[in-house]
């Protein structure tokens, strides 16, 4: 089998400078979501139809299993696929899917290209509105005998229901000939690939259609607001195939996945959370409210609260996140830590146990199991030219409001005074703090204004 997508044409009506098939829908370009459902039917070749400025398509898709045909001019569907028969394997069907219809399903291409068993088959559906589109005209005992284009209909025609998705399985050994004999002498100038139907009827081969389960499958995105529409659809099918394993989602229309989301036994995921790329929720993990997860791993039973953001970091079992927590990439958390609200975390291993509650910066910082880093600490790891590491060795207690100047350590068991600048290293199991000595003058009275003086006596 082959499988030729096209996706020569402009879009137009996307009022944009990207390629209309590599805008984004659940995170990926929409011709990535075809090319990853034809790789899913295990073709021969897999070609792809690109046109005029298309090579930022080939730059942001290429992969060794591709074949790119450049279409240039654009001359119609029945030309695009025509360029595409030399890459093409001389037997058996040939699928042709287009780029910008991205929810389609393996299993209705499978029934179209059974469908196509010694003939044509054509994915078809009916709709109240068909404007617009090819429509497919039946034969008094109604079997399929041509499609006939919009601009090209008659009035009759034109109240035709059952349309054309683009979407056709062919046999291949007939393409040649077939795309050999098609004549733009039509309304629109174009050579239709849709003409071959009516070739195949002629050739007496059966002409079949076959309909996708969901309407939406064959939607195709040609502006914003379809684009949109898409999303929605998108997100609401990955919201239900969630629960279907048994995640709770507090609200199925208030989820985004913008990649790929794998979740353990009983997670919970409370509103408006965006997961982007890779991310994996172990067992009864629980996600409270507008929570942003990218590529990140959280470990069993975790709990993450509201506003907490991650990137590129993992969490260990247990562990109590947030609110408003912000892991950035390479903060690698064990069991049972604790970070809470405004800390933030860089490139940071942090080992069980340990706990930074409150207001800290922690970063390129090595620290070790049952740490307590108080509020207000800072490692400073940046001197304006290099970044500098910081350790913190198992059960330090780190006071409010200290800055680390990296690089140091901090001994196992020390603690270092609230308000400590530490500069140096701070040896185990011993009070470090760089305080000024605290000093008290009694009676000392506040400055007073001066009242009825000049301006030029005062200050003397
Ligand atoms: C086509 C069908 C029509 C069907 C409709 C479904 C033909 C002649 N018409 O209409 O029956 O109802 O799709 O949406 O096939 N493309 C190329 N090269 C070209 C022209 C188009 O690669 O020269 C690609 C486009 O990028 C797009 C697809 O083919 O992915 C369809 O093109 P489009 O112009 O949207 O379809 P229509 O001709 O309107
Ligand atoms: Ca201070």
Redesign the pocket.
């Known amino acids: 089998m082959n499988i030729v997508?096209?996706?020569?044409?402009?879009?137009k009506r996307m009022y944009s400078d990207r390629p209309?098939?590599l805008h984004s829908l659940a995170g990926k370009a929409l011709a990535a979501h075809v090319v990853d459902t034809a790789r899913a039917l295990s073709p021969r070749r897999l070609c792809i139809?690109?046109?005029h400025g298309g090579d930022a398509v080939r730059a942001a898709l290429d992969a060794p299993d591709l074949s790119w045909v450049l279409?240039e001019?654009?001359?119609?569907?029945?030309?695009?696929v025509r360029q595409a028969l030399p890459f093409l394997d001389g037997q058996g069907t040939t699928l042709v899917l287009?780029?910008?219809?991205p929810l389609i399903r393996v299993e209705t291409l499978q029934r179209l290209i059974h469908a196509a068993t010694g003939g044509v088959a054509v994915l078809t559906v009916e709709l109240a509105d068909a404007q617009?589109?090819?429509?497919i005209v039946r034969d008094s005992a109604g079997s399929i005998a041509r499609?006939v284009?919009?601009k090209d209909a008659s009035a009759e025609e034109r109240s035709i229901r059952e349309?054309?998705?683009?979407i056709m399985a062919l046999p291949t050994e007939r393409l040649g000939e077939w795309l050999g004999r098609l004549s733009s002498d039509n309304a629109?100038r174009?050579?239709?690939?849709?003409?071959v139907v009516g070739m195949a009827v002629e050739a007496g081969l059966p002409v079949r259609a076959a309909r996708p389960e969901h309407e939406w499958e064959?939607l195709?995105v040609?502006s914003q607001a379809q684009l949109a529409e898409l999303e929605r659809i998108a997100q609401r099918a990955l919201a239900e195939k969630l629960m279907e394993q048994g995640v709770r989602l507090a609200d199925p229309a208030r989820i985004d996945v913008r990649g790929e989301l794998r979740c353990g036994r009983d997670v919970a995921i409370d509103v408006n959370c965006v997961f982007e790329g890779r991310v994996v929720l172990d067992d009864a993990v629980e996600i409270g409210p507008n929570c942003i997860l990218k590529d990140a791993r959280i470990g069993a039973g975790t709990r993450l609260a509201a506003f907490t953001h991650i990137e590129d970091a993992a969490v260990g079992v247990g562990g109590r996140i947030g609110p408003f927590a912000r892991l950035r990439p390479g903060a690698e958390l064990a069991e049972d830590v604790h970070v809470g609200n405004f800390v933030e975390i860089k490139k940071s291993t942090i080992a069980a146990h340990s706990k930074a509650n409150h207001l800290a910066y922690i970063g390129d910082a090595t620290i070790g199991r049952r740490v307590n880093i108080g509020a207000g600490t800072i490692t400073c790891n940046y001197d304006g030219a290099n970044k500098h590491r910081t350790v913190i060795e198992d059960d330090a207690f780190i006071g409010s409001d200290t800055q680390l100047v990296a690089p140091v350590t901090v001994g196992r068991g020390a603690t270092l005074g609230a308000g400590t600048t530490l500069t140096k290293d701070a040896p185990p199991d011993s009070l470090t703090v760089s305080r000024v000595k605290q000093a008290s003058i009694p009676g000392w009275k506040r400055p007073v204004k001066f009242r009825g003086q000049k301006t030029e006596d005062r200050g003397q």
């Open positions: 997508i096209l996706a020569a044409g402009q879009g209309k098939v139809v690109y046109g279409q001019p654009q001359l119609g569907t029945g030309h695009a287009y780029g910008d219809v617009g589109y090819g429509r499609i284009e919009q349309i054309n998705t683009g629109q174009e050579y239709y690939l849709t003409d064959v195709g040609n």
